[in-house]
């Protein structure tokens, strides 16, 4: 596609449910990277992957979550029994390979009630 | 892994003056610095990049310079506009990328 699409733009969700986030990157890029990024933080590194193999998840803060991008393509991050303390916007990024920038999507902004 | 500290966290600047952001890293490995900017509800975008084989790069009214020696490199950004007023963050990669915490940029009519 044209940008990073993430989806969905918005998600709440009750405490204890699960989510899954999807990231669709820019169509040919090898990289992409889950970032959280609470208000006026910078980024907060998670996990990324060239093409659909996991090079670091060391960013994950704990077992509930993880990640996949099973065809080197779409990604989804999941996130199992959610607590409030995971509210926050996750935003996903891609690039053509290790030594390009990257390009951010919008994120999905997701609150725990 | 990689640290990237950054300074400022605030910075007001009148319009037309000039304003630098600094930030260090700790892996002497980082390869790739960008900078990012982020406006109100947006996503980052990326504004500037260096790589580390360059020690300063120029784009009209923003530069950035890398000390690889001293591990640290800035953004300048002369003749401000309030357009200019955002979120800096800026990064360092070695293998994935490592943020600041981001620099508030006002620039005031």
């Known amino acids: 596609g044209a940008g990073v699409s993430q989806s969905p733009r918005y998600k709440v969700t009750k405490r204890g449910q699960d989510v899954a986030l999807r990231c669709d990157p820019i169509s040919g890029h090898v990289s992409l990277y889950w970032y959280r990024q609470a208000l006026g933080q910078g980024p907060e590194f998670l996990t990324y992957f060239n093409y659909e193999a996991q090079q670091d998840k060391s960013g994950l803060p704990n077992d509930r979550f993880s990640a996949e991008r099973p065809e080197g393509s779409i990604s989804t991050l999941t996130i199992q029994r959610t607590e409030q303390r995971d509210s926050a916007m996750y935003r996903c990024?891609?690039?053509?390979?290790?030594?390009?920038?990257?390009?951010f999507g919008s994120g999905t902004r997701l609150t725990v009630v | 892994g990689e640290n990237v500290e950054q300074h400022p966290s605030t910075l007001s600047v009148q319009e037309g003056d000039s304003a630098v952001i600094k930030c260090t890293y700790s892996?002497?490995?980082?390869?790739?610095f960008p900078w990012y900017k982020q406006e109100l509800g947006k996503r980052p975008q990326l504004i500037i990049d260096?790589?580390?084989?360059?020690g300063e790069k120029k784009d009209q009214r923003i530069a950035v310079t890398l000390n690889k020696t001293a591990k640290h490199f800035s953004l300048h950004i002369t003749e401000t506009q309030p357009e200019d007023s955002a979120v800096y963050f800026c990064a360092a990669r070695h293998n994935d990328m490592r943020f600041g915490a981001g620099t508030r940029l006002t620039v005031k009519p």
């Open positions: 260096i790589r580390s084989n360059v």
């Open positions: 892996d002497s490995a980082s390869n790739y």
């Open positions: 990024a891609s690039s053509k390979d290790m030594n390009y920038g990257y390009t």
